[in-house]
């Protein structure tokens, strides 16, 4: 269980995230979507501790955050943001062993069980035939795919995904969310990501978080958030919901801009 | 891509030359000693009087001097192009150089009767001017490395104008201190080495524990924060101890300019990025630099000793400019 309980953030005295709350089960992806603006990122940031927040807690597996040294949180929650670079000449297996240092003391070295992990992340990550490649060299989704090796080497039980397909194009956004649904089911991580695509939101999570000025203004499943009155609400467009008999999850079809 | 072997002979070959190149230089100048008789005085209680006593007392402490300042610098650079993410800066952006030789001059020039407290008075003004720098370059989210380079410029521009205040103020007693200022090692003798030397082994040793630092925080702020580390507080040990390595240089022999920015850049290209190579590499190949660049000088215009750090100014500016029309920035 991981439980983000009435948060609040502020940025010079004003009020970004005002009480958020939503808890994600053991195993569950959740993806927050929302506007420009809306905060969904900064929930993200606050979460993964890299800005504060005033009030609430975030709880894992019955701990708050607040209570564990930085060290002890990073072998257990990673966050990955949209974009990262990498040193130009750094290669992918080096990366990914920086994975594994939360879970060494500030001598120790990497041992042999230390890069059994850096391989099986690899191999999780069909990385295994790149891995003395530089991160430079490879395309988007490539590298992309080797940060999240990277944040496997953490062994986290939450992995945070902050907007992961941005800056790549169908086919790789496609093959890294493919690879978090994989990893998720094959070891039960818990993911939480922050999407912008509202059919990728609804394709690859368990629940989805709508967030709309700083507030939660929806939590349910796909079917329950992806409604046309969500979208005109949140969105300001006008959409068509289609329910395909093979598929799930309901896919979302935008009209146009409500006028 | 560079091969981590491929980099281990590289800095074990650059070691070797330093060694070598410092032999050599024990040998040449005003009277040119062979380097048998070199390695007989240093290796053996030779009875050759006059060979031992240059070699002793002048070259010797010299040519150490220089190896261990250039080494110095160099890590010095190197450390704070990790922190602030940027490989332009170094001791001299910054301003840490300057503070610390303004602070020195005040010592030097208007109360030389307290001369020992140089190497203090170097960490402080060093200390100082990068306090500033974080100072003006602090967010709420951290340092950010334009602003500190920003603020670099400004701090340098007030201690320079304080040093040239100072020369103005205290221009009868200026001579004395013209050779410190343009970065001389001339007529600096085992008094110099010995006050270096001590602070320069903790440098370095606890230059080899921030290796890893170094390159956690290279993957970026969020990276290194997200695998657990504290960012801020590994920019300011780091900030801290390059200073220090800054400092005690600036206090033996004043200021000398782009060793710290361009032995950390010959390194990278040399063995990459990776610090497990790039802080031995600097620290080897700023010693053969330093090393070579004061020899140079005592040599190539002889009688006439000129600083190393001229030389170095001479020499260091044209690569600058050459890594610059490269885009190596």
Known sequence: MFTVDSISIKYEQKNIINNFSFTAKQGEIVSIIGPNGSGKSTILKAVSRLIPYHTGSVVLEGTDLKSMSAKQVARKMCMLSQKNQAPSDM????????????????????DNEDMEIVHWALEKTHLTAYKDRPIVSLSGGESQRAWIAMALAQRPKVLLLDEPTTYLDISHQHEVLELVRELNQDMGMTVVMVLHDLNQASCYSDSVVVVQGGEKAMHGTPNQVMTTDMIRKVYRMDSEIQYIPTEKKPRIHLLSTVK | MINTSRSRIIVTFTLILAIVAGIIAIGVGGVYIPIPDILSTLFSSSSD???STIIWDIRLPRVLLAMIIGANIAISGALLQAVMGNPLADPGLTGVTSGAAACVLVIMLAAPEYTQFIPIAAFGGGLFAASIVYALAWRRSGISPVTIILSGVAVNALCGGLIGLLTIMYSDRLPAAVQWLNGSLAAKGNNALMMVL??????WILSFFA??????????????SNLG???????????????????????????????????????????GSDYKYMMPMSMALGALVLLIADTGGRTLFSPLDIPAGILMAVIGAPYFLYLMRKKAF
């Open chain 2, 49 to 51: 009087t006059v060979n």
């Open chain 2, 198 to 203: 001590p602070y320069a082994i903790v440098g």
């Open chain 2, 211 to 224: 290796i890893r630092k170094a390159n956690i925080i290279r993957l970026g702020d969020q990276v290194a």
């Open chain 1, 91 to 110: 290669t992918v297996i080096d990366l990914v062993s920086y994975g594994r240092y939360p879970h060494k003391k500030w001598f120790e070295r990497l």
């Open chain 2, 229 to 271: 580390e504290n960012v801020n507080r590994i920019r300011i040990l780091l900030s801290l101890l390059a200073v220090f390595l800054a400092a005690i240089s600036v206090a033996a022999i004043g200021m000398i300019g782009f060793v710290g920015l361009v032995v950390p850049h010959m390194a990278r290209l040399l063995v």
